[in-house]
């Protein structure tokens, strides 16, 4: 695949990145991948790693929640150690509208949106996500991730059934 110049979302995340010091890849590919299983059919690394975020939504606003691709969401969990009544997923618009992203790209940093990672993906070494545009992804350290995002880390998962 011939390497288009970076498109204005992707050169924002790098200068935020190399601003932070952080150390990451920005892979680009042919083909969007939307889910987890995307990532590993794609040779990025084990569904562990995979990390898509979430976008949902509070009665405090809205919450990028990271998970690994080997977990899915307990809302029971989040609204647990948060203290929330009502945690809910957000409409594909409201995705767009928070993140500037479509459902399946969302990037793994947001800034000014509250971020959680859960405690499965920040054992990780390093981790696979959105740019925040199709047919890019982020690949980054578990723990740059938490730190670059101010991320709450805690356990919110429960193991996908085989």
């Given at each position: 695949?011939?390497?288009?110049?970076?498109?204005?979302?992707?050169?924002?995340?790098?200068?935020?990145?190399?601003?932070?010091?952080?150390?990451?890849?920005?892979?680009?590919?042919?083909?969007?991948?939307?889910?987890?299983?995307?990532?590993?059919?794609?040779?990025?690394?084990?569904?562990?790693?995979?990390?898509?975020?979430?976008?949902?939504?509070?009665?405090?606003?809205?919450?990028?929640?990271?998970?690994?691709?080997?977990?899915?969401?307990?809302?029971?969990?989040?609204?647990?150690?948060?203290?929330?009544?009502d945690?809910?997923?957000?409409?594909?618009?409201?995705?767009?509208?928070?993140?500037?992203?479509?459902?399946?790209?969302?990037?793994?940093?947001?800034?000014?949106?509250?971020?959680?990672?859960?405690?499965r993906?920040?054992?990780?070494?390093?981790?696979?996500?959105g740019?925040?545009?199709?047919?890019?992804?982020?690949?980054?350290?578990?723990?740059?991730?938490?730190?670059?995002?101010?991320?709450?880390?805690?356990?919110?998962?429960?193991p996908?059934?085989?």
């Amino acid at each position: 695949m011939e390497m288009q110049p970076d498109p204005p979302v992707v050169k924002k995340l790098r200068t935020l990145l190399d601003a932070a010091g952080v150390r990451y890849r920005i892979v680009q590919h042919d083909e969007q991948l939307a889910s987890a299983a995307d990532g590993v059919n794609h040779g990025f690394g084990a569904l562990e790693q995979m990390a898509p975020t979430l976008i949902l939504r509070t009665r405090q606003g809205y919450l990028a929640a990271i998970i690994s691709g080997a977990t899915r969401l307990s809302y029971r969990k989040i609204k647990q150690h948060l203290g929330l009544r009502d945690v809910s997923m957000a409409s594909p618009a409201e995705v767009l509208e928070v993140t500037g992203a479509e459902v399946g790209a969302v990037a793994l940093i947001n800034p000014g949106l509250r971020t959680l990672v859960d405690s499965r993906l920040a054992a990780e070494d390093e981790v696979f996500g959105g740019c925040g545009i199709p047919r890019y992804s982020l690949a980054m350290q578990a723990h740059e991730l938490v730190s670059i995002t101010a991320a709450d880390v805690f356990d919110f998962t429960e193991p996908r059934n085989p």
